[in-house]
T-cell receptor, first 113, second 110 residues
């Protein structure tokens, strides 16, 4: 039981390049989330999904796109990376209902030069 | 936009001391969660409080949810170096969307 996994762990991009971050969970959770974490700002929600085939915007969605084609996977895409997107990205999942307690992946450290 | 103000932002103490971290908001939350994060890892859930006035204890950690469900506190008794880490509070208001505080970086010196 791996929980939530993220690939890659580290990535360096040049401005304007694109990439996709992959999140996978094996807990059969309905809800999945993408956050970014910057110093002194806690975690900010980028996009989230309440089920396969559905996505919604979070607090800071600009410059990112997501897809949830399978229940266990949630992809985060950057179409044209900018230095402001340098951050640590975390994926999380939760059951639907209750207190929506979230289980986090280990994170991806992205640097855009 | 709901905000959670967490304080203090940094806390550096000696082993054996007590400490309290505060999480305050003007918004009401359905539940409030506390997470602990170590360097290079994702946050890990410590506890969830749901009812106004609720107090939960986890060994030397005591969590309290305010009566109005707008604020919470984390108290650690006799801190140990193993308690070192980033502590995050997060309020859940709507269908799993969490609002996180800025975090408190705790360092406990031996």
């Amino acid at each position: 039981n791996a929980g939530v996994t993220q690939t890659p762990k580290f990535r360096v991009l040049k401005t304007g390049q694109s990439m996709t971050l992959l999140c996978a969970q094996d807990m059969n959770h309905e809800y999945m989330y993408w956050y970014r974490q910057d110093p002194g700002m806690g975690l900010r929600l980028i996009h989230y999904s309440v089920g396969e085939g559905t996505t919604a915007k979070g607090e800071v969605p600009d410059g990112y796109n997501v897809s949830r084609l399978k229940k266990q996977n949630f992809l985060l895409g950057l179409e044209s990376a900018a230095p402001s997107q340098t951050s640590v990205y975390f994926c999380a999942s939760s059951r639907a209902g209750g207190s929506y307690e979230q289980y986090f992946g280990p994170g991806t450290r992205l640097t855009v030069t | 936009t709901q905000l959670l103000e967490q304080s203090p932002q940094f806390l550096s103490i000696q082993e054996g001391e007590n400490l309290t971290v505060y999480c305050n908001s003007s918004s009401v939350f359905s539940s409030l969660q506390w997470y602990r994060q170590e360097p290079g890892e994702g946050p890990v859930l410590l506890v969830t409080v749901v009812t106004g006035g609720e107090v939960k204890k986890l060994k030397r950690l005591t969590f309290q949810f305010g009566d109005a469900r707008k604020d919470s506190s984390l108290h650690i008794t006799a801190a140990q170096p193993g308690d070192t880490g980033l502590y995050l509070c997060a309020g859940e208001a709507q269908y799993g969307k969490l609002t996180f505080g800025q975090g408190t970086i705790l360092t406990v010196h031996p």
